[in-house]
T-cell receptor, first 119, second 116 residues
Framework: GAGVSQSPRYKVAKRGQDVALRCDPISGHVSLFWYQQALGQGPEFLTY????????KSGLPSDRFFAERPEGSVSTLKIQRTQQEDSAVYLCASSLVARGSVGSYNEQFFGPGTRLTVL | GENVEQHPSTLSVQEGDSAVIKCTYS??????FPWYKQELGKGPQLIID?????GEKKDQRIAVTLNKTAKHFSLHITETQPEDSAVYFCAASDRAGGTSYGKLTFGQGTILTVHP
């Protein structure tokens, strides 16, 4: 595909359930970001991957949040024991370049997001 | 860490008028300032960006200005059209290079409505 895709687009979970959100970045993109966007707010950084390495997870709100990118392409964000405050749109973005690419352009291409509603 | 403030939160204009959205940032290490447009049910889409070695950049009806000293940057849309109606976000980053990987810090967003 030409862009970043995410699935599912919508997810409704009961409080306490586990969920898994998938991101398919643009082919060949080295960098992958996850952001959380609460209603009426700007996206907030969750975690960053360079290929399969998770280099920054400082934005993950709790240890219930876990992300992986085992083969350096598709990524999954998992939320365990969901709570109502986890309700948000989860955005994935990919970028061609990586850390250390001096002088490189780092446009991030965003997917459509997964809207998670926890009841 | 970086903090980005964006104003106004809502902006309503008549078709053909100009629209201006302003942002401030806190981290002097930030050197890349993109603007994103987000339509309902879609992810943010880059519309224009500016790097810290440039004071102004223009692309057709859209322009962005940057004042590094004051840590201000602004988006200007001229001759607005109804299809410009969307939520606009500014962001700041120390973009890829050296030890940075370009994490974006976003403003709170501006809902722009262009009335026909």
């Amino acid at each position: 595909g030409a862009g970043v895709s995410q699935s599912p687009r919508y997810k409704v979970a009961k409080r306490g359930q586990d969920v898994a959100l998938r991101c398919d970045p643009i082919s060949g993109h080295v960098s992958l970001f996850w952001y959380q966007q609460a209603l009426g707010q700007g996206p907030e950084f969750l975690t960053y991957f360079q290929n399969e390495a998770q280099l920054d997870k400082s934005g993950l709100p709790s240890d219930r949040f876990f992300a992986e990118r085992p083969e350096g392409s598709v990524s999954t964000l998992k939320i365990q024991r969901t709570q109502q405050e986890d309700s948000a749109v989860y955005l994935c973005a990919s970028s061609l370049v990586a850390r250390g690419s001096v002088g490189s352009y780092n446009e991030q291409f965003f997917g459509p997001g997964t809207r998670l509603t926890v009841l | 860490g970086e903090n980005v403030e964006q104003h106004p939160s809502t902006l309503s204009v008549q078709e053909g008028d100009s629209a201006v959205i302003k942002c401030t940032y806190s981290d002097s290490a930030s050197n890349y300032f993109p603007w994103y447009k987000q339509e309902l049910g879609k992810g943010p889409q880059l519309i224009i960006d500016i790097r810290s070695n440039v004071g102004e950049k223009k692309d057709q009806r859209i322009a962005v200005t940057l004042n590094k000293t004051a840590k201000h940057f602004s988006l200007h849309i001229t001759e607005t059209q109804p299809e410009d109606s969307a939520v606009y976000f500014c962001a700041a980053s120390d973009r890829a290079g050296g030890t940075s990987y370009g994490k974006l810090t976003f403003g709170q967003g501006t809902i722009l409505t262009v009335h026909p």
